[in-house]
């Protein structure tokens, strides 16, 4: 149980251009999704936090308009990047709480995106 | 002071050895750890969930949490090749509230 997917696992695309990242939990509720930056031998940033139906709650120094996240479902959130350029290339990770006090998060297999 | 600290490693054991992994904390508010094992290009799997001090086994790995030293431990025995990842640790305050990790300890178990 417990598994969170996230989709695409690996995207190249030229600069200016959009990127959709999905995170889906598959078998269960997820009333709070976050979203995380990695980079190479680093730990986890946490970019944003959000509920299903609110808006996303960004950390210090993330620029929100960069960075669209949509928490549209129980099941659903979003990472768009707009206007990409390679300075955001890196590797981004949802994770998901299910229903229920003081749950675990389960993160998806992350998203390795290469801006050219 | 970091909130979190986490020796990065890299840590290399022979096959079958018991590895030792641990993190020292500040913030006295935590009161769920966790540890995570992650492979390279892959996400976080959570592999110990706990709440307070005190020790939590499952199969091969062992959780402790010393509250009061602010210190947690994972121990993993028989250690095997497949072990080899990167090991966080990472903890929070009570709801849902965002985890804070450890930077990660790189570990390789050499057949």
New interface residues.
């Given amino acids: 149980g417990?598994v969170?997917s996230?989709h695409p696992s690996w995207v190249i695309c030229k600069s200016g251009t959009s990127v959709k990242i999905e995170c889906r939990s598959l078998d269960f509720q997820a009333?709070?999704m976050?979203w995380y930056r990695q980079f190479p031998k680093?730990?986890?940033m946490?970019m944003a936090?959000s509920n299903e139906g609110s808006k996303a709650t960004y950390e210090q120094g993330v620029e929100k308009d960069k960075f669209l996240i949509n928490h549209a479902s129980l099941t659903l959130s979003t990472l768009t990047v707009t206007s990409a350029h390679p300075e955001d290339s890196s590797?981004y990770?949802c994770?998901a709480?299910g229903r229920g006090?003081?749950?675990?998060?389960?993160?998806?297999?992350?998203t390795?995106l290469s801006i050219l | 002071q970091k909130e979190v600290e986490q020796d990065p490693g890299p840590l290399s054991v022979p096959e079958g050895a018991i590895v030792s992994l641990n993190c020292t904390y500040s913030n006295s508010a935590f009161q769920?750890f966790?540890w995570?094992r992650q492979y390279s290009?892959?996400?976080?799997?959570?592999l110990m969930?706990t709440?307070s001090s005190g020790n939590k086994e499952d199969g091969r790995f062992t959780a402790q949490v010393d509250k009061s030293s602010k210190y947690i431990s994972l121990f993993i025995r028989d250690s095997q090749p497949s072990d080899s990842a990167t090991y966080?640790c990472?903890m929070r305050g009570?709801?849902?509230t965002?985890?804070v990790?450890?930077?990660?300890t790189r570990l390789s178990v050499i057949a």
């Fill in positions: 417990a969170v996230q009333t709070t976050f680093q730990s986890l946490l936090t590797f990770i994770s709480v006090t003081n749950q675990p998060q389960h993160f998806g297999d992350g390795r | 769920y966790m995570y290009r892959k996400g976080p799997e959570l969930y709440y966080l990472a009570s709801g849902n965002p985890l990790f450890g930077k990660g």
